[in-house]
């Protein structure tokens, strides 16, 4: 008897493990055939996780027999004898995309696992067809279940992910339940602290998407990095007969149509000569429609041509030096609070940019939505985009690795085919030591295999020179790996006033373009007073007036993302009548009023183009 618990506990767990597999990440799904199922969820707090351990504390989804306690299998009473102690249906109801924090005065602080519900009809296209669903963020671990058997869990508060449901798809009352978890851990990517509000659940569109048997489930088209009359990429394939397919690119404007053959892996990849490419580039952000075929399979997508890469201190674009004219951005709601989803979110974010004169801007700390790419291609703006390796990671697990590595892949993957991504950005603020730099030095070596295109880059810090402490340098040893030497100072701010910054001096050593990725100064919008007085905008302007003149003296500066263009929720800002939970150091507050320094920063912006060495 023993031995039998013992093999259906093994097969039990096997099972789990092969559940969990995630299928490959679905890329482009804006021009897939899809059907949201973005609306109003049905939702139950869970904060002791009732719904996922019975009364020993043990997973119900490892359960032979669960019985109607797990959540997940969306229990009715049978009849009045019945027990059931929940009922999805007569729960409330709360908006997916968004996060629940700003849904429910009542879940405004917490943090914990919410259970949600989602019931609908389906009927494929085509019988033979294969449905996928698509989540574009969970924050931070989702446990997926459709019709009562589990999908799978993820983990990463920012990457998309789908899985396969196929064959557990029926016409009628289908229930999609997807616990999420948005507890802190300390090994987690992020960790346990960060100067950010720790939004949870659904926060990003969730859809079906439905394919062929077989269907074309990803691509590059993308310049060589080193030949910029060279398109080069590949396409792959999915599904049981993927190999031998025929393939078609067309680039109909540059009258490109070239027929492709898959191999035994589905794959297969492709170079094309082509002498009259029109560049992406900042003042002409040029797209171009390609369609790739796969016997009458098609997709769409509009991609950008360009190179980028750094030559001595220099940042190249199509071979021509370019000074990032930055900003940094959380993903916050222009509109109203919370993490921002939609297009029209992304759209003001960029527009306030653009207004900024910005041609650069930096998602912070973590991967943004897709709307903020695909627009950043549209407007002419570069992107720096960033992994959640921030402050204190658990340096030596390998779990955490793992995840650290997952989400950054899972970015690359999806946005590989942005011409406005320029650099992937390894972390932020990481304390130099062995076990770091071995972790960020694989993170690194990751990245330029998946995508040998881009640059990489890290938030580094700066520190004094020879113990001078006016005298400042980079001497973190992961400078060696970066192509953009990039680093945070708040001279000014976290140490001394405005004034200090005159007193300041640089030792760069490397020879590589210097990047400010992060100053600035907490100003309540509305507020004045002297220069000298802290909050005040006069302050902040100050600040930043001094500090472009300093960093100006640094040989290889060759641009900024100031911290930061909208005033943030942070659980570490709660000085009364200042900031009230709030990060001030926005250049515009979080109700969209400008403060004055973001005139200092578009003047310097506008006249950086005249001073172009
Ligand atoms: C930093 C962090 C950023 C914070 C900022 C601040 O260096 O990278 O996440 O929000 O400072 O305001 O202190």
Redesign the pocket.
């Known amino acids: 008897m023993k031995k039998l618990t013992l093999f259906l506990a093994v097969l039990l767990i096997c099972n789990h493990v092969l559940l969990a597999q995630k299928t490959a990440l679905l890329i482009n799904t804006y021009n897939r055939s899809s059907t949201s199922l973005n609306g109003q969820w049905n939702y139950i707090v869970d904060p002791y996780e009732n719904g996922y351990y019975n009364y020993r504390y043990e997973p119900f989804d490892q359960q032979e027999n669960p019985g109607k306690g797990a959540y997940f299998l969306n229990a009715k009473a049978d009849g009045p004898t019945d027990l059931v102690e929940y009922n999805f249906d007569k729960s409330e109801s709360m908006a997916v995309p968004s996060d629940w924090n700003s849904q429910s005065e009542k879940l405004f602080y917490y943090e914990g696992t919410v259970w949600y519900k989602k019931s609908f009809d389906y009927k494929k296209q085509l019988d033979d067809n294969r449905v996928f669903v698509y989540f574009g963020a969970v924050n931070y671990q989702a446990d997926v279940y459709m019709n009562g058997k589990k999908l799978g869990t993820h983990i990463g508060g920012f990457t998309p992910f789908n899985y396969e449901v196929t064959n557990l798809l029926k016409e009628k009352d289908n229930f999609l339940v997807v616990k999420v978890d948005n507890k802190r851990k300390k090994e987690g990517v992020p960790t346990l602290n ?3 509000w720790n939004y949870g659940g659904i926060t990003r569109e969730v859809k079906l998407v439905e394919t062929g048997a077989t269907y074309i489930a990803d691509y590059v088209v993308q310049l060589d990095p080193s030949n910029a009359k060279l398109i080069k990429g590949f396409v792959t394939v999915n599904g049981k007969e993927a190999s031998d397919k025929n393939v078609e690119l067309r680039i109909p404007e540059l009258g490109i149509h070239k027929k492709l053959k898959t191999d035994k892996e589905g794959k297969v990849s492709f170079e094309i000569k082509q002498n009259r490419i029109e560049y992406w580039s900042t003042n002409n952000p040029k797209l171009y429609d390609v369609e790739i075929e796969m016997e009458g399979d098609k997709l769409k997508d509009q991609i950008g041509f360009r190179t980028i890469r750094t030559k001595g201190s220099y940042i190249l674009l199509n071979e021509e030096q370019v000074f990032l004219k930055g900003i940094s951005i959380h993903e916050e709601s222009p509109f109203r609070e919370g993490r921002a989803y939609t297009k029209e979110d992304a759209v003001q974010l960029l527009e306030w940019a653009k207004e900024l004169g910005c041609n650069f801007v930096r998602l ?2 973590y991967p943004h939505n897709e709307h903020m790419v695909r627009l950043a291609d549209q407007m002419g703006l570069l992107v720096w985009e960033e992994n959640p390796v ?1 402050w204190t990671i658990d340096w030596e697990n390998a779990a955490t690795y793992e995840n650290a590595e997952n989400q950054l892949k899972t970015v690359i993957s999806r946005d590989k085919n942005r011409a406005s991504v320029i650099i992937w950005s390894m972390a ?2 990481t304390p130099n030591s062995e076990a770091r730099n071995i972790f960020l030095k694989r993170l690194a070596k990751t990245a330029k295999q998946m995508d040998p295109t881009r640059l990489i880059s890290a ?1 580094l810090e700066q520190s004094a020179y020879q113990d001078k402490p006016n005298v400042k340098t980079i001497s973190d040893p992961f400078a060696d790996v970066v192509d953009v030497l990039s680093f ?1 100072q ?1 001279i000014g701010w ?1 140490g001394g006033t405005p004034e200090t910054c005159k007193e300041i001096q640089w030792v760069i050593e490397q020879d590589k373009p210097v990047f400010i990725s ?1 100053f ?1 100064a907490g100003a309540k919008q509305g507020l004045h007073g002297d220069k000298g007085t802290r909050w005040t905008e006069e302050y902040q302007a100050y600040l930043y007036e001094e500090t472009l003149k300093m960093l100006s003296q640094i040989e290889q500066f060759q641009g900024c993302s100031p ?2 263009l909208v005033d943030f929720r ?1 659980p570490r800002r709660p000085l009364p009548e200042i900031q009230d939970g709030w ?1 001030r ?1 926005g250049l515009i507050s979080e109700d969209g009023k400008k403060k004055q320094a973001f005139s200092v920063l578009q003047a310097f912006y506008n006249n950086q183009g005249l001073q172009k060495k």
């Open positions: 960060t100067d950010w912070a700390h921030y932020n603020e938030a945070n708040y976290y992060e600035g911290w930061i942070s990060n150091k």
